[in-house]
């Protein structure tokens, strides 16, 4: 499976966002998705996954962040609001064949290339 990210761009504080990853190929090797983010320098931080039976949030993006799906258009979405003054981060959407349920980066065998999302004050 290969995954293609896209919706990544300059934005405003407290402004609104949404990231989107196509899956093309095996796409039964994505029963379980998953956003990361990389800022420069640091470690990888899991934001959010969603399998057929749950959703999983990091305790900073709850109430801001919402992961979805469709199927049909075999896409993965990242809805982001109130986005904060941070530090500029590359968005990676990831996928698993089998259920995940953790913001673990390394229990994912698949990734996008990423996409750009800084915020800007």
């Known amino acids: 499976v290969e995954l293609t990210e896209s919706g990544g761009g300059e934005v405003q504080t407290g402004g609104s966002l949404r990231l989107s990853c196509k899956a093309s190929?095996?796409?039964?090797?994505?029963?379980?998705m998953g956003w990361f983010r990389r800022a420069a320098g640091k470690e990888y931080e899991g934001v959010a996954t969603?399998?057929?039976?749950?959703?999983t949030y990091a305790d900073s993006v709850k109430d801001r962040f919402t992961i979805s799906q469709d199927n049909a258009k075999n896409t993965l979405y990242l809805e982001m609001t109130s986005l904060k003054l941070e530090a500029p981060a590359t968005y990676y959407c990831a996928a698993h064949q089998k259920a995940v349920g953790q913001l673990r980066h390394d229990l994912f065998p698949t990734w996008g290339p990423g996409t750009r999302v800084p915020v800007a004050s």
């Open positions: 190929g095996d796409t039964e090797a994505t029963y379980c």
């Open positions: 969603i399998d057929s039976h749950c959703t």
